[in-house]
């Protein structure tokens, strides 16, 4: 069953079609890539699906549920989680409060009530707190919980952000060039950590310049160009496309 369905979506900005009438299916517990030069329409494509922009056309159907013009949280409420190209952390928060602030987008009694300490709340929050820990020690990060998130290494702050993710206990995780800025060694980790999120369910939809994560990754690759789909298939079938290949040998790094 597709856990998103992505059908003849438009984003139109003063003109350009950042995304022309883009369709295609994510299968539930598998990973699928959205490949595609710079101004692809990459980002504006998971900025629609995660509810930052109401698509100019087209629907986006979470479980077979329409959830284009919904706002991001309440995608997240259905399940829907993403992190951003650029790093969003909280900057004077230790990376501990950084993760368990994921969390409060999702509980019932939300971020105010914990601010008053309600027993409700204080609940959650020591609920928050454990799974905050888990998803901490799942990145290999534990030992920094308590350390100012700045304090990390880039490629440490990216893992921190997917434990942020990892909190929502996301049904669909959507990530933003997880594997830029980080070394060979993070790439690995990267790989092996969204590996096993995949392997105990978790639908991940990956935008990624990377092509050795890419392929090592994915079920599904989707090609972008100028904001529409030129191609999908195997990470091998897309290796051979004519038209990926086209748009490589045009002199346009098609990643
Ligand atoms: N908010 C915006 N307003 C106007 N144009 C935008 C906006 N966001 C993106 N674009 C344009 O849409 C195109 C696709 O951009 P983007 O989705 O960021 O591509 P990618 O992530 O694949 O590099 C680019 O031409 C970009 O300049
Ligand atoms: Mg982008």
Same mark, same amino acid.
């Given at each position: 069953m597709s856990i998103l369905e992505v059908r003849e979506v438009t984003q139109e900005f003063g003109g350009l079609l /950042?995304?022309?009438k883009v369709s295609f299916q994510v299968q539930e517990g598998t990973v699928v890539s959205v490949i595609g030069p710079n101004g692809a329409g990459k980002t504006t494509l998971f900025n629609i699906i995660s509810g930052v922009y109401a698509p100019t056309a087209g629907q986006v159907l979470l479980r077979g549920k329409e959830i284009q013009g919904n706002k991001p949280f309440q995608s997240a409420g259905l399940g829907l989680t993403r992190t951003f190209q650029n790093l969003q952390l909280?900057? %004077?928060?230790t990376v501990l409060e950084n993760v368990m602030a994921g969390r409060h987008l999702r509980t019932a009694s939300g971020f105010f009530a914990s601010a008053l300490r309600l027993p409700q709340a204080m609940r959650e929050e020591r609920l928050t707190r454990e799974k905050a820990i888990s998803c901490l020690q799942r990145v290999g990060l534990e030992e920094y /919980? =308590? %350390? +100012?998130?700045?304090? *990390?290494?880039f490629g440490e702050q990216r893992l921190a952000e997917i434990a942020r993710a990892m909190v929502m206990e996301p049904a669909l995780l959507l990530l933003d =060039? +997880? /594997?830029?800025? *980080?070394?060979p060694a993070e790439k690995i980790q990267l790989v092996g950590l969204l590996r096993q999120l995949r392997d105990t369910g978790v639908t991940i939809l990956l935008v990624e310049h990377d092509m050795n994560t890419v392929m090592e990754l994915s079920d599904r690759v989707i090609v972008l160009y100028l904001g529409r789909k030129i191609a999908e298939g195997t990470p091998a079938e897309i290796q051979q496309d004519e038209m990926v290949v086209a748009a490589y040998l045009g002199g346009e790094k098609i990643c």
């Open positions: /950042a995304v022309d909280f900057s %004077r928060m /919980a =308590e %350390r +100012p998130v700045t304090s *990390l290494s =060039e +997880p /594997a830029s800025g *980080l070394n």
